[in-house]
């Protein structure tokens, strides 16, 4: 494997201009992320602060056991508990297979920028996964998609789920998942990788109960080796020790809501578009009703100074609230405003690692941790990588393409162009002339059997319709032919446009790891974690 650096911009106006650290985005934020001197100062700032570190510890221990017992695990536990010691954190939703390739990046950027900071600061960093097991939406996790012709087909894992239950509470079908994984091997081919690929899924299966087991335990498996540590937010462990920084979000509800409103009108008088949906009577926190097994998002009542739920199902006094956080945690989850909060309060984070989409929410979050006395981390955006296997990169060279080009708008322009070379222009004009005289002799056609048989005329029109429609299947097949001709080079160009940029997406918006790991092994995703990346702003292409 081999990386190059591009220059390309980001996802998003706001995302790019954060690359750059114009002074139009910089207010929004309490770091600079690229400058060494912000982490020197970040870990200043968390030497001040206190952290549950044994009890996390202790609970990120027992939940990975299930899942590996490695020296590696166990040093990172060890490091956690260390006073010292900071994380560099970043988090996914429990795609199936892991999802997109992102979650796949995401995480190696958490464990290369751990790796960077400890050797640069000489204190223990933990790179640290979390799992976004609280989200309610089993629509956007339940499926990948797979190369079949010249489309991205979406496949959808076999395994209905109707309430709007935790990802982390759903209990995966495991007869479906096997039987799917195989599906989806046969469908990429057989290799000699394919047979060890579905042993991996089938034993990590067999320790798993939920679909977030499954998700961390595949992980686990593809960055077996590293000092990574998971934590699923939506475990009911975990709740326990967010016990009391619940309490300081109820009781602070008003607070966050305005201080997000605020926040976000700065940011709107920039020129920005927000991206966080919220009324001022969110409370930002979700409860769970058990009698209905879903997700419920809280709005605080300034009239009767209830939080109710959806449509009034039911209602809390702040007292009642606090009462279930402090006895029931588990009742209780984050929303998208206060998860970084909660993130912040459990751990020392040195560093976020985001994608373009959060480095523009948590630019909405400035004031909330304001409010509460506390800086938000430096945000470092996640690596963007582009994976160039070398037969792509062979059509590449012989259609004479930029990658760079490629990468960011796909192969349409230059496909358009190459078909509209090898146009027929004289078989066009042909067939243009021979309907137009068509057309002109089927008007006298009209006129006479307008004078001698109307009733025919419906009859008449049917006709023409029909010889004309001859023509232009003729004509198409002809045309057919002279692409034909050159359908070696046009299958060079959807197949540069399938590997790179499938559906006009971003490669690891669209492709999973499972294609990679089937063709090229297992220790595929391990490679690609130990070469060399700068978190300069560049995408990253890596040969393979």
């Given at each position: 494997m081999e990386i190059s650096n591009l220059l390309m911009p980001a996802a998003n106006r706001f995302a790019s201009e954060y690359l750059q650290q114009t002074d139009q985005i910089k207010p929004f934020f309490h770091y600079t992320y690229n400058e060494p001197s912000s982490y020197w100062n970040r870990v200043e700032e968390l030497r001040s602060r206190e952290f549950p570190r044994e009890g996390l510890a202790n609970h990120i221990e027992s939940y990975m056991a299930r899942f590996t017992e490695s020296e590696e695990t166990?040093?990172?536990?060890?490091?956690?508990?260390?006073?010292?010691?900071?994380?560099?954190?970043?988090?996914?939703?429990?795609?199936?297979?892991?999802?997109?390739?992102?979650?796949?990046?995401?995480?190696?950027?958490?464990?290369?920028?751990?790796?960077?900071?400890?050797?640069?600061?000489?204190?223990?960093?933990?790179?640290?996964?979390?799992?976004?097991?609280?989200?309610?939406?089993?629509?956007?996790?339940?499926?990948?998609?797979?190369?079949?012709?010249?489309i991205a087909n979406k496949w959808i894992f076999p395994q209905k789920v109707h309430e709007k239950i935790m990802v982390t509470d759903i209990e995966i079908n495991k007869e479906h998942c096997k039987n799917w994984a195989g599906q989806l091997v046969s469908h990429f081919g057989e290799t000699a990788h394919s047979r060890e690929l579905l042993y991996l899924i089938e034993?990590?299966?067999?320790?798993?109960?939920?679909?977030?087991?499954?998700f961390a335990g595949i992980l686990m498996e593809l960055f077996k080796g590293t000092e990574l540590l998971i934590v699923d937010s939506g475990h009911p462990g975990l709740r326990q020790i967010e016990s009391g920084y619940f309490d300081a979000i109820i009781r602070n509800h008003a607070a966050v809501a305005d201080s997000l409103s605020f926040q976000q009108k700065a940011i709107i008088q920039e020129g920005f578009p927000t991206l966080i949906e919220a009324t001022d009577q969110s409370a930002n926190l979700f409860y769970y009703d058990i009698n209905t097994n879903e997700r419920v998002?809280?709005?605080y009542n300034s009239e009767t100074a209830l939080f109710v739920g959806k449509n009034a199902a039911f209602s809390f006094s702040m007292d009642e609230l606090l009462e279930i956080a402090r006895v029931e945690p588990q009742l209780l989850s984050n929303n998208v405003v206060t998860r970084p909060l909660m993130q912040e309060w459990l751990f020392p984070v040195l560093a976020f690692i985001g994608g373009p989409g959060e480095i523009a929410y948590w630019a909405e979050l400035k004031l909330i941790f304001e409010h509460f006395d506390i800086k938000m981390p430096p945000i470092v955006p996640r690596l963007n990588i582009t994976i160039l296997e070398r037969s792509i990169e062979t059509d590449l060279q012989e259609l004479q393409m930029d990658v760079s080009e490629v990468i960011r708008r796909g192969t349409d322009n230059e496909k358009q162009a190459f078909m509209d070379s090898i146009r027929d222009?004289?078989?066009?004009?042909?067939?243009?002339?021979?309907?137009?005289?068509?057309?002109?002799?089927?008007?006298?056609?009209?006129?006479?059997?307008?004078?001698?048989?109307?009733?025919?005329?419906?009859?008449?029109?049917?006709?023409?319709?029909?010889?004309?429609?001859?023509?232009?299947?003729?004509q198409k097949k002809l045309e057919d032919a002279v692409q034909q001709r050159h359908q070696v080079t046009l299958d060079k160009y959807s197949r540069i446009s399938m590997a790179l940029r499938p559906e006009g997406l971003p490669q690891e918006r669209v492709w999973n790891v499972l294609y990679y790991l089937n063709k090229y092994g297992l220790d595929f995703v391990n490679r690609l974690a130990e070469l060399e990346y700068e978190f300069d702003g560049t995408h990253k292409l890596v040969r393979i």
């Amino acid at each position: 494997m081999e990386i190059s650096n591009l220059l390309m911009p980001a996802a998003n106006r706001f995302a790019s201009e954060y690359l750059q650290q114009t002074d139009q985005i910089k207010p929004f934020f309490h770091y600079t992320y690229n400058e060494p001197s912000s982490y020197w100062n970040r870990v200043e700032e968390l030497r001040s602060r206190e952290f549950p570190r044994e009890g996390l510890a202790n609970h990120i221990e027992s939940y990975m056991a299930r899942f590996t017992e490695s020296e590696e695990t166990s040093h990172s536990i060890v490091k956690l508990k260390h006073p010292d010691s900071v994380v560099v954190i970043g988090g996914q939703q429990a795609g199936i297979f892991t999802g997109p390739l992102y979650t796949i990046h995401k995480v190696i950027s958490i464990i290369q920028l751990a790796r960077q900071k400890e050797a640069e600061l000489g204190i223990p960093v933990v790179p640290i996964f979390w799992i976004a097991g609280e989200d309610h939406d089993y629509q956007e996790v339940n499926h990948l998609y797979v190369p079949e012709g010249t489309i991205a087909n979406k496949w959808i894992f076999p395994q209905k789920v109707h309430e709007k239950i935790m990802v982390t509470d759903i209990e995966i079908n495991k007869e479906h998942c096997k039987n799917w994984a195989g599906q989806l091997v046969s469908h990429f081919g057989e290799t000699a990788h394919s047979r060890e690929l579905l042993y991996l899924i089938e034993s990590t299966l067999e320790k798993s109960e939920t679909f977030t087991d499954f998700f961390a335990g595949i992980l686990m498996e593809l960055f077996k080796g590293t000092e990574l540590l998971i934590v699923d937010s939506g475990h009911p462990g975990l709740r326990q020790i967010e016990s009391g920084y619940f309490d300081a979000i109820i009781r602070n509800h008003a607070a966050v809501a305005d201080s997000l409103s605020f926040q976000q009108k700065a940011i709107i008088q920039e020129g920005f578009p927000t991206l966080i949906e919220a009324t001022d009577q969110s409370a930002n926190l979700f409860y769970y009703d058990i009698n209905t097994n879903e997700r419920v998002l809280l709005e605080y009542n300034s009239e009767t100074a209830l939080f109710v739920g959806k449509n009034a199902a039911f209602s809390f006094s702040m007292d009642e609230l606090l009462e279930i956080a402090r006895v029931e945690p588990q009742l209780l989850s984050n929303n998208v405003v206060t998860r970084p909060l909660m993130q912040e309060w459990l751990f020392p984070v040195l560093a976020f690692i985001g994608g373009p989409g959060e480095i523009a929410y948590w630019a909405e979050l400035k004031l909330i941790f304001e409010h509460f006395d506390i800086k938000m981390p430096p945000i470092v955006p996640r690596l963007n990588i582009t994976i160039l296997e070398r037969s792509i990169e062979t059509d590449l060279q012989e259609l004479q393409m930029d990658v760079s080009e490629v990468i960011r708008r796909g192969t349409d322009n230059e496909k358009q162009a190459f078909m509209d070379s090898i146009r027929d222009r004289e078989l066009e004009s042909v067939f243009t002339s021979a309907k137009d005289q068509v057309l002109e002799q089927y008007d006298k056609f009209h006129e006479k059997t307008a004078q001698i048989a109307p009733s025919l005329l419906t009859m008449l029109k049917k006709n023409e319709e029909i010889v004309i429609g001859q023509l232009t299947f003729m004509q198409k097949k002809l045309e057919d032919a002279v692409q034909q001709r050159h359908q070696v080079t046009l299958d060079k160009y959807s197949r540069i446009s399938m590997a790179l940029r499938p559906e006009g997406l971003p490669q690891e918006r669209v492709w999973n790891v499972l294609y990679y790991l089937n063709k090229y092994g297992l220790d595929f995703v391990n490679r690609l974690a130990e070469l060399e990346y700068e978190f300069d702003g560049t995408h990253k292409l890596v040969r393979i």
